[in-house]
């Protein structure tokens, strides 16, 4: 295990369909945490999860999002009804509190393309 | 809530310039972080540190937590450097890490 990886790299899709990422975090991190990067701008948060609880969601994360990280270990973040307003990068992340010390690990993101 | 601040947004650079980005943040962190973004979009972590300075191979990172502010440096630039930099600042707080991103310095090195 080398790192976060995210699955697929890129993704195309017509209006309206919907879509679902995936998020495998290094093995042992309990911390996981999606972000949305449109752009010309710095990633913003959508949601975190410690273990499989999801414990903080943004304004940004519309009904139209969800995510989930069953068992604590991968997580998926599905996008229904896709909108031209969601191509965007979606970026993952995991952590994991070292004595006081966090460690936070990025993977290389999904590219999102709603044609 | 965390402002950071990058700068230049935009860095055009001659191969075998120095570079230097800049990054300042509004409240006390945890740690922070550099990132590199490629032209296809994804992204590699460079560094991360709380204190001091870290180096690898021609990069530097450098922070000074009282003046909260961080340097990443680029010591003969190469066209293959060329990417969009983010500096993310992370903060322990009641069980969670909160990353706070900046908007980004895109460099260009031309040869």
């Known amino acids: 295990d080398t790192g976060v990886s995210q699955n697929p790299r890129h993704k195309i899709t017509k209006r309206g369909q919907n879509v679902t990422f995936r998020c495998d975090p290094i093995s042992e991190h309990n911390r996981l945490y999606w972000y949305r990067q449109t752009l010309g701008q710095g990633p913003e948060f959508l949601t975190y999860?410690?273990?499989?609880?999801?414990?903080?969601k943004s304004r940004l994360l519309s009904d139209r999002f969800s995510a989930e990280r069953p068992k604590g270990s991968f997580s998926t973040l599905e996008i229904q009804r896709t909108e031209q307003g969601d191509s965007a990068m979606y970026l993952c992340?995991?952590?994991?509190?070292?004595?006081?010390?966090?460690?936070?690990?990025f993977g290389q993101g999904t590219r999102l393309t709603v044609v | 809530k965390n402002e950071v601040e990058q700068s230049p947004q935009n860095l055009t650079a001659q191969e075998g310039e120095f570079i230097t980005i800049n990054c300042s943040y509004s409240v006390g962190i945890s740690a922070l972080h550099w990132l590199q973004q490629h032209p296809g979009g994804g992204i590699v972590s460079l560094f991360m540190?709380?204190?001091g300075k870290k180096k690898h191979g021609r990069l530097i990172a450098t922070i000074n937590i009282q003046e909260k502010h961080s340097s990443l440096h680029i010591t003969a630039s190469h066209p293959r450097d060329s990417a969009v930099y983010i500096c993310a600042v992370g903060v322990d707080g009641a069980g969670s890490y909160q990353l706070t991103f900046g908007k980004g310095t895109k460099l260009s090195v031309i040869p």
């Open positions: 992340a995991s952590s994991q509190p070292i004595r006081g010390f966090t460690e936070a690990f």
């Open positions: 999860f410690q273990n499989e609880a999801q414990l903080e």
């Open positions: 540190l709380s204190s």
